[in-house]
């Protein structure tokens, strides 16, 4: 085999390699990258927007801009908090177009005294399991659904980057552009936030 000939692409291949293949002009590579994420970023999209036709356009141009910026980004930095950056980025911008930005007070959350941590990550897995067999599951899926749907834009990104992608504080941090320490604050608030409206809700549902 030529030395020079284009080596194929494959799931063996690394981030940074696919890069510098397409920076070259290799269009497979950036395909190939395309299929190595497009799966886990539009599942965040999802439930970072949770409107359809709003999740197509900002998926659209998160991969847009990656095409468009090659020659601008680092090879030797991680490849996927980058692209949730961008994505992270147009999310929010879509989501300012479409509703005011929350009023919340940070300071008026109370702390969260009355539930553990396994709690809320049992809670939080029951948006991904979904049994066809099992409608109890289905519905708590709902109702997970519509009440990270309904938190300030800055709680439910931190919560989906922490408990659904499971960045690091690190990575969180760059994708949000903010220090770590307000990331672990932030997030502390999204859990507590969670956790009220999931009491309340189900509250409602009770009665």
Same mark, same amino acid.
């Given at each position: ?7 194929? $692409?494959? &799931?063996? #291949?690394?981030?940074?390699?696919? %890069? !510098?293949? @397409?920076?070259?002009? +290799? ?26 036709? $709003?999740? &197509?356009? #900002?998926?659209?141009?998160?991969? %847009? !801009?990656? @095409?468009?910026?090659? +020659? ?136």
């Amino acid at each position: 085999m030529n030395k020079d000939e284009t080596k194929p $692409v494959s &799931e063996k #291949v690394s981030d940074s390699e696919l %890069l !510098q293949r @397409y920076r070259q002009g +290799d269009e497979d590579a950036f395909r190939e990258i395309v299929t190595r994420y497009k799966n886990s970023l539009y599942a965040f999209l999802r439930r970072f927007v949770s409107q359809d036709d $709003v999740v &197509e356009d #900002v998926f659209q141009e998160t991969f %847009l !801009q990656l @095409y468009a910026s090659r +020659d601008s980004f680092d090879a030797n930095r991680p490849l996927r908090p980058w692209l949730f950056t961008i994505a992270a980025n147009k999310a929010k911008d879509a989501l300012r177009k479409m509703q005011r930005q929350s009023s919340m007070s940070m300071g008026t959350i109370a702390d969260a005294g009355d539930f553990s941590l396994d709690e809320v990550v049992n809670i939080l897995t029951s948006y991904e399991t979904t049994p066809e067999d099992e409608v109890s599951a289905e519905e708590t899926a709902q109702r997970v659904r519509q009440v990270i749907s309904e938190m300030p834009e800055n709680l439910r990104g931190i919560l989906i980057l922490a408990y659904f992608e499971q960045f690091s504080y690190k990575h969180m941090a760059e994708i949000l552009s903010i220090p770590i320490g307000t990331v672990k604050s932030r997030l502390h608030t999204a859990v507590v936030y969670f956790m009220k409206k999931w009491k309340a809700a189900n509250r409602g549902s009770i009665e």
